[in-house]
């Protein structure tokens, strides 16, 4: 049996220069699944992603999604791309193993947490504080060169990195510290800063922006006290959910985030294709 993808509609060119097209996944020519591939929004064309993939019930287990994402590669690379992206649910296992298989690298996970009526305490000594106009602005520049780096470090051009880093700083904060149904706090133990929050709102729920302990006090439990700063914001303001990004290779966070509860709804994974 031969597995093929078949157009169900003609290339989309949009006006940024982004690519896009579907295909039903066809077996012998009998319909058995779609696939939809695309170019990044943010990375531009030299990135592809597999937004859909999808197998009906009865063709499961059978090898189509693996044929078919191989194909949906060959077209990528024909489109010019030199990396392609896909997510795949946290809960979603056979889909996580047949990525892995076929050689993506988790580059980020999204993980949230379920909270309670109660806001946490925080440690005795430590308390938040809104953060200064001047400490944002010093935050604001090193965090946009921090955010640029983690994508670097993960397969990301340089220059496509701090592009994505300037534009997600700029659409998600444009009247930065003002910006509303954002909060900017930093963290003092026994009157020392020793870190920062930056803590915001995604679909209803709160969500972790950054967290970040400075260098001088890592290592002595900060991070875990700004996590209970953010979950403690959370509660006052009514959320019910709260989520945050972390980058794969960040062990001491991810740890940190699971042993607080956090749970994996979303892998980010990618791959080269050159």
Same mark, same amino acid.
């Given at each position: ?115 309670? !009526? ?31 780096? !983690? ?124």
């Amino acid at each position: 049996m031969t597995t093929t993808l078949r157009p169900t509609e003609p290339l989309q060119h949009a006006a940024d220069g982004s690519l896009s097209r579907r295909y039903q996944v066809c077996v012998n020519s009998r319909p058995v699944g779609a696939i939809h591939l695309a170019t990044d929004l943010h990375f531009g064309p030299s990135v592809a992603q597999i937004r859909e993939l999808r197998i009906e019930e009865p063709d499961r287990g059978r090898g189509r999604g693996t044929v078919a994402a191989l194909a949906a590669e060959e077209v990528a690379r024909g489109w010019g791309c030199e990396q392609i992206e896909t997510s795949v649910p946290g809960a979603a296992e056979a889909g996580l193993r047949l990525t892995t298989a076929l050689g993506y690298v988790t580059r980020n996970r999204h993980m949230d947490k379920a909270l309670g !009526d109660t806001p946490p305490e925080l440690p005795a000594g430590s308390v938040g504080r809104p953060m200064t106009q001047d400490e944002h602005d010093a935050w604001d520049l090193q965090g946009r060169e921090n955010y640029a780096q !983690d994508w670097i470090q993960r397969g990301v051009s340089e220059a496509e990195a701090y592009a994505k880093s300037n534009q997600d700083h700029d659409q998600l904060l444009p009247q930065g510290l003002a910006t509303e149904n954002m909060l900017f706090s930093v963290l003092e133990h026994e009157g020392t800063p020793v870190g920062d929050l930056w803590l915001g709102e995604r679909r209803g729920s709160a969500f972790v922006y950054n967290v970040e302990v400075h260098a001088a006090h890592r290592g002595r439990g900060h991070g875990r006290t700004l996590m209970l700063l953010a979950e403690a914001h959370a509660v006052a303001a009514g959320k019910h959910r709260i989520g945050l990004n972390v980058f794969a290779g960040n062990t001491p966070a991810e740890r940190l985030y699971e042993s607080l509860g956090y749970e994996t709804t979303v892998y980010h994974l990618y791959k080269s294709l050159l």
